[in-house]
């Protein structure tokens, strides 16, 4: 399995208490508006069974939202904006031309790199404020989202209703699905327990049954989400205060 995954870290969507924020009236969102109906119509079209253990909601948030609900790009804009801070000293370094008409094109030059710059930057700066509107809708009712039963029985609902379905879909659906899990865990969902989650992840035959279901296509995008699940344990296994602060947490709860 060779996933492509770059390890570069963006910036999660973390909370750092356990509760949920305040619960706003659906009728002032009108996100949850559209969700609604969706809502509804999953849960008459699927069997009574298959909300045993997760709920509607969780279902149908997992299945509309994005990676960039997820985690902002932060490094992709951090390197771009360096990039361009290199090329505007560069071109005012470089003498080759010092007449009048070259002096005059280093500037224009400078002023369109500087403009570039100051757009990536007003465009990250929307990218924050929309990401944290985000977040807090999605956490408004994450203590609803799985029911108060055995950690076990979550997360094979999680699995097979919803992580391995989207995870073979594409390479951005394996990165969003990790992200998912980092997400449930890192804002301490409840009835959500990323230990539970990853031993029945990895069971011998439930991952050897997956594999050779597979297309060649579905297994890259397997081996993608694996190889950012075992880079993750592997950068806990090496250090345990990454290991105190990021697995065990604040609520010491894995």
């Keep these: 399995l060779n996933g ?14 356990s509760q949920s924020p305040p619960p706003t009236p659906s009728s002032t ?16 079209a699927l069997p009574k069974e298959a909300f045993n253990y997760i709920s509607a909601d969780f279902y149908v948030t997992f299945w509309t939202a994005t990676l960039g609900d997820l985690s902002i790009p932060s490094s992709s804009y951090d ?4 990039r361009l801070l290199t090329e505007q000293s560069l071109v005012m370094k470089d003498r080759t031309d010092m007449t009048r008409a070259g ?8 002023k369109l790199i500087s403009q570039t710059r100051e757009a990536l930057m007003a465009e990250f700066g929307k990218f ?50 990790f992200k998912m899990i980092k997400f449930l865990h890192d804002n301490g969902v409840p009835h959500f327990r990323l230990l539970s989650f990853y031993g029945h992840l990895f069971r011998a035959n439930r991952l050897r049954s ?8 579905e297994a890259e995008n ?24 990021e697995a065990w947490g604040a609520s010491a709860n894995l």
């Design 4 to 17: 492509h995954a770059e390890a570069k870290e963006d910036t999660p969507m973390t909370d750092p208490k």
């Design 29 to 44: 969102d009108p996100f949850e508006e559209i969700l609604e109906p969706i809502i509804t119509g999953v849960q008459n």
């Design 79 to 82: 390197t771009e904006i360096s």
């Design 103 to 110: 002096m005059s094109i280093k500037e224009n030059n400078k």
């Design 128 to 177: 924050v404020g929309g990401f944290a509107r985000t977040k807090a809708r999605l956490l408004r009712h994450k203590s609803d989202w799985f029911k108060p039963f055995k950690a076990e029985d979550v997360s094979d609902a999680i699995l097979e209703k919803c992580l391995i379905p989207r995870i073979l879909l594409s390479p951005s659906d394996a990165d969003f699905c």
């Design 210 to 217: 997956i594999i050779f279901t597979c297309t060649i296509r």
């Design 222 to 245: 397997l081996g993608r989400f694996l190889r950012l699940v075992l880079a993750d344990l592997d950068r806990w296994h090496n250090n345990s205060t990454v290991y105190e602060k």
